[in-house]
Every structure is written in structure tokens, then in C-alpha cells.
């Protein structure tokens, strides 16, 4: 494990445990729970999402509307450390205002496992079950253009054209003509889901391990994507060399400026 990653881990559990500052609290136990699912430590981070939220999920503090990683905390516990996900999904809706986006999300999850797994829920994003749609008019304009003369700006359009149609076979050839790799994080994850669909999981990897500094936090105290470690399809491309990658690069948000 990254020293880095702990020292930055103990210092956010610490601060987490604090009840004088509720929304510091709660943003510092966002990291704690990312962390701690990226060092497939399910039980902990689950343990850990549900202390925020039993301490603190009445008091209102404005973040309760954020639903990662919390929901996905309860659902990875379940599916990788057989914690069963539902009692605890339950006792954490209640604990929230019935009116936050979380807790209406925690409570339809919990509504969903009547009729599926965890690792369904955790498993629900499969590119090669949907269909694409066809390239728009600024697609179609970089698709027939000279890939070998495209500068950044379009080079990022050509791949996202590929993932807007949903075209595999599209972000192949991108990759091998170009010998580049997707700019942006959304589009990254959604090519190593279908590489690992594929039977390509290192490959995959090398594409995750390469987007780690695309990867944009939904939040300023956010540190990590939760997709590689509790998406049950990804999980196939992951690595100790990815976990270390993404890891090595954590912070501390509170002190040090985000790395954008």
C-alpha cells in the first residue's frame, strides 16, 4: 500500500470523526470511504458510510444530495465482503432528510434488491447491451476528416464520437491507427468496459491507468472514481499496479490544492 495514501487516509478519518464542523466531517469521510474502497477494505468503507450518516445525516448540512460513494460503499460491502447491503441501505434513508437526494437514492437501491443481487446493481452499466446512435453532424465532420493531422481538441472529438455511437469497433481502430488512448475519463472507463467484455482486461487496465489524471472528482473534497474497484466487469482489469497508480497521486483536499 502507497504510504501516502495512508498518511493521507489517517488524517481524513481523524478529521471525519470530528462532530464540530458536520460538512467538514462529512466531506473528509468521502475520501476516507473512496480510499478505503480502492484498498478493496469493503467492510471498513462501508462501516464508514454508515457512521456519517447515523451521526450526522439529520443535521442537514447540504451534502446529503451527493450519492457517491456511499450508496456504492453498501453495495461493494455486500457483493465482496458479504455484508448484506439491504439493513443497512434502510437504516440509512432513515437517518436522512426524506427529502435529500441521497436518501431517495439509498431507498430506491434498497427497493431494487427485492428483485436483484448487489453485484447486479454493481454490474448495471454494460455498454454492449445498449444501443449506440448515429454519429450527428460534428461526428460525422471529425470521423471524415485526416485522423493523422487531428490536434488534441479534435483528437478528444473523434473519441467521443466513438462513445456517443457506442461503437466499439470504432474506438479500436481510433486506438490502433492513432496508437492513442481516450482524453477523458467518462469515455476511458466506458472503453475498458467493453475491452474487458472483450477478453481484453490488461488492456483495459493500461487504458484506466492512463486516464488516472483525466479523471475530474464530482466534488472538491472527492479523490478517486469508485467504477474500477466496485464495478463488477472493471474489477476484471484491475491491478496492483493500477490500485498503486491511482493511489500514489491522493491528497490531502483540505490542505493541498487540487491537482486541475
Not at 109 to 120: E, H, K, Q, V
Not at 133 to 148: I, M, N, Y
Request: proline letters at 6%; glycine letters at 6%.
Amino acid at each position: 500500500m502507497d504510504g501516502r495514501a495512508d498518511s493521507v487516509l489517517a488524517v481524513l478519518e481523524q478529521r471525519a470523526s470530528r462532530r464540530d464542523d458536520p460538512e467538514k466531517a462529512w466531506q473528509a469521510a468521502t475520501g476516507v470511504v473512496e480510499i478505503l474502497l480502492w484498498k478493496d477494505e469493503f467492510s471498513q468503507a462501508a462501516a464508514s458510510a454508515e457512521e456519517i450518516i447515523r451521526d450526522l445525516g439529520a443535521r442537514g448540512t447540504g451534502l446529503d444530495d451527493q450519492t457517491l460513494p456511499f450508496s456504492a460503499a453498501f453495495l461493494a460491502a455486500d457483493a465482496y465482503a458479504g455484508e448484506e447491503a439491504l439493513p443497512r441501505l434502510k437504516a440509512a434513508a432513515a437517518a436522512l432528510p426524506g427529502t435529500s437526494l441521497l436518501g431517495e437514492n439509498l431507498a430506491r437501491i434498497a427497493d431494487g434488491l427485492r428483485t436483484s443481487s448487489a453485484r447486479d446493481r454493481l454490474g448495471r452499466w454494460r455498454p454492449w447491451e445498449e444501443r449506440g446512435r448515429p454519429p450527428g453532424r460534428a461526428d460525422r465532420e471529425v470521423l471524415g476528416q485526416d485522423w493523422s493531422g487531428l490536434g488534441s481538441r479534435d483528437l478528444n472529438r473523434l473519441w467521443r464520437a466513438a462513445e456517443r455511437s457506442n461503437d466499439f469497433q470504432l474506438a479500436q481502430r481510433i486506438a490502433e491507427t492513432l496508437q492513442s488512448v481516450p482524453t477523458r475519463w467518462p469515455t476511458a472507463a466506458w472503453f475498458a468496459l467493453w475491452l474487458v467484455h472483450d477478453g481484453q482486461p490488461e488492456r483495459a487496465g493500461e487504458i484506466l491507468r492512463a486516464a488516472r489524471d483525466s479523471y475530474i472528482p464530482h466534488a472538491w473534497w472527492s479523490l478517486l472514481p469508485t467504477e474500477p474497484v466496485t464495478d463488477i466487469h472493471l474489477r476484471a482489469a484491475l491491478t496492483d499496479e493500477l490500485r498503486a497508480a491511482y493511489l500514489a497521486d491522493v491528497r490531502d483536499p483540505f490542505t493541498e490544492p487540487d491537482r486541475a
